[in-house]
């Protein structure tokens, strides 16, 4: 778990992962966000379905992918948390149909 | 500064483009400004200040006193910056650069291709792969991941907190730690004991510099908050009843475990290779630093025309040397461009690259410190090298003699390591160096990982839509 330290301010800024409600602030990251509501794993991994959190949290790394709005494989890490945001986590392969 | 807000308001052409706005990037374009180039900026964060100032325009942390002045002092750099005569596009990724300095770029979901006469890449750098066995679970990250939440965000890791690594961000994170009134319930130290032999001869350099200065306050401060453990080998993650399980053993005793919910793995930075490469520019094996770099004049030219590299892109030296090296790269471009003779060139760049110079030799110091150790960088035989395809060191190994594959390159057909996400962000200096052992040979004798654009994932839709 992630605390924010006292001093940290700013807009106070929701979304959903998962179905999920959260809350995160103005300049957070998405993977900031998510980290700061508790979510530790972001993804599963292709070939094993293995559970996968964000690691280098500079873009580098991709373990934090995830579907924002409807739009697969976004590293969190790099995209701005923004109000309302319909962020789901990608599990294993797809699958035909899905 | 100009803030484009979408890639339709760029222009079609500019005297200039800079991909990075750390240290490098920002000085490059404050001095290209200041010859009437037109230039661009192009970032991929939202905000200028790249991985060493990331959120200082914007930190929710106001007191100076958790992060420290090092930090603050890049604040200089973006004011700077916010007046200098350049167009600025963040939130975006450069994914193609051709030869002819074509630059295809993706913000918002929509991409345009634009010219530029010179470029300069300062893509920074990334943490080093830690392959040891667990480094892929949750609840375990990098060093300089948890401190991009400290800086941009004021997160702070709660609970048992563990640092494994060594290197100078593992101090400074450790101490802003402290600051931060959380320190660290313990520090690995995974640092190697060089021979005095190799160290004395590089010392009178490295005790005249800041480095030496800042450095040793920075590690007397850690070590007397917080537990530091030496000389730790066999490092091993689990996930344990409540949290995770760390096996290591130190000084070459019985194993031990350390229970944690957060561990913070460090040893040391390298380029940011991924544009550079797949420009086309030719890298080196740097076998002090124990990484690639791309090959550069002292202007930053690369191995292709009109295309330079600055900052730590271009070779780890730090973020005063990124922007030296951003400067001289600016410079250049304006002589190329017409804008200056290289007598005025000359002048202009002598002391940034008098400075350089003497800092790289207080610098070897920290080279031999912190170079991690063989078993480190190329992880232990169950650890998986290759984290998107999980691909371990053995199965490397394994196939490597069985194969005779001589490089990377080869092994994408066998193993598909570098063909995940992350297209080899994470393990081709690991594959490389597992190869090379492997067949007995230095690293820099096997042709790299090739990187081919888009050199990030772009839509169908985006790609098919491009006006070209």
């Not at chain 2, 890639?7 to 400004?33: C, K």
């Not at chain 2, 917080?226 to 096996?247: N, P």
């Not at chain 2, 060191?393 to 066998?414: D, F, H, S």
Request: proline share 5%.
């Amino acid at each position: 778990m992630f605390k924010r330290l006292s001093e940290a301010s700013g807009r106070v800024l929701s979304f959903t992962f998962d179905g999920q409600p959260l809350e995160g602030r103005e300049g957070d990251s998405l993977a900031a966000a998510l980290l700061a509501g508790g979510v530790g794993v972001f993804r599963t991994t292709v070939p094993s379905d293995a559970s996968r959190g964000p690691y280098c949290l500079m873009g580098v790394c991709f373990d934090c992918l995830v579907e924002v709005d409807g739009v697969a494989n976004r590293q969190a890490c790099m995209i701005p948390l923004r109000e309302g945001m319909c962020v789901t986590p990608q599990r294993r392969a797809r699958q035909l149909g899905e | 500064m100009r803030r484009l807000g979408a890639v339709d308001e760029l222009a079609a052409t500019y005297d200039l483009a800079i991909v990075g706005a750390g240290p490098a990037g920002l000085s490059a374009a404050v001095t290209a400004g200041q010859f009437g180039l037109s230039v661009l900026l192009v970032d991929e964060k939202t905000a200028p200040g790249g991985q060493i100032y990331h959120g200082i325009a914007a930190s929710p942390l106001k007191r100076g006193s958790i992060l420290g002045p090092d930090y603050w002092s890049g604040a200089a750099l973006v004011e700077g910056f916010a007046a200098a005569d350049v167009d600025y596009l963040a939130g975006a990724m450069v994914w193609q650069l051709d030869q002819d300095r074509h630059l295809y770029i993706g913000a918002d979901g929509k991409s345009r291709r634009i010219a530029a006469q010179a470029v300069i890449l300062a893509t920074g750098a990334q943490e080093r792969p830690f392959p040891i066995e667990g480094w892929t679970r949750p609840g375990v990250m990098g060093v300089g991941a948890a401190q991009m939440l400290l800086k941009s965000s004021g997160l702070i890791a709660e609970g048992r907190v563990v640092l494994v690594g060594a290197g100078p961000l593992l101090w400074l994170f450790a101490a802003q730690m402290i600051a931060a009134g959380s320190p660290p319930s313990a520090i690995l130290s995974t640092a190697a004991t060089p021979s005095l032999g190799r160290l004395i001869p590089l010392l009178p350099s490295f005790l005249a510099s800041a480095y030496a200065r800042k450095g040793l306050s920075l590690v007397q401060r850690v070590r007397r908050a917080s537990r530091l453990v030496s000389s730790v080998t066999d490092l091993r993650i689990e996930t344990g009843e409540s949290g995770l399980k760390i096996a290591y053993r130190a000084g070459g005793q019985a194993e031990r475990i350390f229970e944690a919910e957060h561990v913070l793995l460090h040893q040391g930075v390298v380029p940011n290779l991924n544009l550079i490469r797949s420009a086309g520019c030719t890298i080196a094996w740097d076998d002090a630093q124990a990484c690639w770099h791309p090959i550069a004049d002292d202007w930053g030219a690369s191995s292709v025309e009109g295309i330079a590299v600055a900052g730590d892109g271009a070779g780890i030296q730090g973020a005063e040397t990124a922007a030296r090296r951003g400067r001289l790269a600016a410079l250049d471009a304006a002589c190329r461009l017409g804008r200056i003779d290289g007598a005025a060139r000359d002048r202009a760049g002598a002391e940034d690259i008098a400075a350089i110079g003497k800092d790289a030799k207080a610098r070897r110091l920290l080279d031999v410190l912190y170079r991690p150790t063989a078993a480190f960088r190329m992880g232990s035989p169950k650890a998986l090298v290759c984290r998107c395809e999980e691909v371990t060191g053995e199965r490397i190994r394994q196939v490597v003699r069985e194969t005779k594959a001589v490089g990377p390159n080869q092994l994408k057909t066998y193993l598909r390591c570098g063909m995940g996400p992350c297209q080899g962000r994470f393990c081709a200096l690991t594959v490389n160096e597992i190869i090379a052992e492997e067949r007995g040979i230095s690293p820099g004798k096997i042709e790299p990982m090739r990187v081919r654009p888009p050199i990030k994932p772009i839509t169908v839709a985006e790609f098919a839509a491009l006006d070209l």
